[in-house]
């Protein structure tokens, strides 16, 4: 788990996408909230589902794609938070 809390301490962004995933959301809904394109939330999506930090739970639709953190993902935000005390 080490390397995947060092994975998130490469990108601010990453944590904070993973943070707001407290509920299912979209690229797009979370790019509004962050105020960022969509395709970068995407790709860091794309990056966090390799690592096993979040799952798709609709990957048929090719629309909106909704994200949710897995548990795994929990464990790593709350790690990298115990760091940063």
């Known amino acids: 788990m080490e390397k995947e809390v060092y994975f998130l301490a490469r ?11 407290n509920q299912p959301r979209t690229s797009t809904q979370i790019a509004k909230t962050l105020k960022k394109h969509r395709s970068a939330i995407s790709r860091i999506f794309l990056d966090l589902e390799k690592k096993g930090l979040v799952k798709c739970l609709n990957p048929e639709d090719n ?3 909704f994200y949710q953190i ?5 464990r790593v ?3 990298y938070e115990k760091i940063l005390r």
């Open 70 to 74: 897995t548990d795994k993902g929990d």
């Open 63 to 65: 629309m909106s794609r």
């Open 11 to 21: 990108g601010r962004l990453k944590i904070e996408v993973l943070k707001l995933l």
């Open 77 to 79: 935000v709350k790690s």
